[in-house]
């Protein structure tokens, strides 16, 4: 019989007589629109080509977020959050609690609320994040994990194929041009940046051939291996660091898999799907196809700087190359990582706000004004050669925004999940496995990426799939008999 609180109906008491059944479903349908309304909504400024219109994939962001929002306390009140969580999850509010701090003694409010325009990884996100966490964390049925591991292979096929687009005919694209002299017609997907890209897709296919390693199913091992043939032939597209890096991950992911899953040792192939395309991509590069390209490399500092930054959302000066050879992939990072270790010295207990790494580089505001009279940040951010707005390396990158605390914070989030993630692990089928894994490859990718509107709801659904505990099959009630 379905249980009532004092004399109101049966639906508005939903949530009282939720089953662990009916939430499970509930939250995928949570953690899938995590997955792909960040992508979707970026397919509206891409299409138009259109920069201003950015702002659509933080309102996308918004909607899996608030989703999400509402899920996360339906789990709260139903106590689907195990004890064992209460640590990283109370280590996550304070974070979100230092965030605040951070916010109030920031260069500018509204941008540590909403975040950068182009941007939007203001303190709003960085709660939505929490909810994705929280909403995974409280799965108490593991089918929900098969639906996020094809959630994120479905998420770098509709990322790949705007992603070919790019590559074959240079439109949709703002990364056509990386330099006012280079043609690369680099892949930028749905997730705003290559490099975003790079780390979106490394996910994908670390998914997408540990599912082909250890499904049996003939079907769906030809469509997980043929996502991972396109995911690595996209990835070489983003002539990124973490693109190579990525893949790498990927193969080795799949190879421990087969020997931790105990499964067909022919399957030792499966790295070929990475290894193949990747090589064909060179090759193409390389002919000359491509664009005004004769030779395959890496284009990090360009893109990263020029093409992302700069260019398309205005949020950094222009590079300096006086200061920074943009062509050199490792003086790019450790100059980067550098300024910002001077950063973080300088704004140790509070960050500079979220999203706000650019405001303590400014040194000029220029002399341009608009017709209207008003001064835009862009306009003055843009004049300020040799500032950047990112640094790839997430931890370096929370501790300058938001203050060593948060760093630690985050640390306090991460440990308990690998350690949770592991021990889960062990203990369930491949899927828990490949959930496991993909989060290592996460954390991984944090010291040479930062977080995104694209990636970061990726990450924090899988942290918390991780970390989920499983109950044993619930028992269905017996029908009441008519008397």
């Not at 409280?138 to 996020?148: I, M, P």
């Not at 931890?395 to 630690?408: C, D, E, H, N, Q």
Request: proline share 3%; glycine share 8%; net charge positive.
């Amino acid at each position: 019989m379905a249980k009532q609180l004092f004399n109101s109906s049966e639906k508005s008491n939903f949530i009282l007589n939720l089953t662990e059944e009916k939430y499970a479903k509930m939250a995928s349908f949570g953690m899938l629109s995590a997955l792909f309304t960040t992508s979707v909504a970026t397919a509206i400024p891409v299409i138009a080509h259109d920069s201003g219109l950015y702002v659509l994939s933080a309102a996308g962001l918004a909607v899996s977020g608030v989703i999400c929002m509402i899920i996360a306390i339906i789990a709260l009140m139903k106590k689907y959050i195990s004890g064992k969580l209460i640590f990283p999850a109370c280590a996550f509010g304070a974070m979100l609690a230092w965030g605040v701090i951070s916010l109030i003694n920031s260069f500018d409010k509204g941008i540590s609320l909403y975040g950068y325009n182009g941007r939007g990884e203001g303190l709003l996100a960085i709660a939505f994040y929490g909810c994705f966490f929280i909403t995974a964390a409280s799965l108490r049925r593991d089918k929900a994990f098969s639906t996020v591991i094809n959630g994120l292979v479905g998420v770098g096929i509709l990322n790949s194929v705007f992603g070919l687009i790019q590559i074959i005919t240079g439109k949709l694209s703002h990364f056509r041009m990386i330099a006012l002299e280079i043609q690369a017609n680099a892949a930028a997907g749905l997730s705003q940046s290559p490099l975003f890209l790079a780390m979106t897709l490394t996910l994908s296919l670390t998914a997408a051939l540990i599912a082909f390693v250890c499904t049996k199913e003939k079907a769906k091992k030809l469509i997980y291996i043929a996502s991972a043939c396109l995911f690595s032939f996209v990835m070489m597209f983003t002539y990124s660091f973490i693109g190579i890096c990525g893949a790498a991950f990927a193969v080795i992911a799949a190879v421990v898999i087969v020997f931790a899953a105990k499964v067909n040792k022919a399957n030792l192939l499966a790295p070929l799907a990475v290894i193949v395309p990747a090589a064909a991509a060179v090759l193409i590069v390389n002919s000359g196809i491509i664009g005004t390209l004769d030779s395959y490399r890496l284009y990090d500092g360009r893109i990263l700087w020029f093409a992302d930054a700069y260019y398309r959302v205005s949020a950094s000066g222009a590079p300096d190359s006086k200061k920074v050879d943009i062509d050199d992939t490792y003086d790019v990072y450790y100059t980067l990582n550098r300024k910002t270790s001077n950063i973080i010295s300088q704004h140790k207990l509070t960050g500079t706000g979220p999203d706000q790494l650019v405001f303590p580089q400014l040194y000029t505001y220029g002399d341009y004004v608009p017709e209207d009279g008003e001064v835009s940040v862009e306009s003055v951010v843009i004049q300020n050669s040799g500032t950047f707005d990112k640094v790839y390396n997430e931890y370096l990158y929370t501790a300058a925004t938001r203050g060593v605390p948060s760093l630690i914070a985050l640390i306090a989030v991460l440990l308990p999940v690998l350690f949770i993630g592991y021990k889960n692990s062990k203990a369930g089928d491949w899927r828990r496995k490949c959930i496991f894994v993909l989060t290592l490859g996460g954390m991984l990718i944090f010291f040479i990426g930062c977080s995104n509107t694209a990636f970061a709801p990726m990450f924090w659904t899988l942290a918390g799939c991780s970390v989920a505990q499983i109950a044993a099959p619930e028992k269905k009630e017996e029908p009441e008999k008519a008397e």
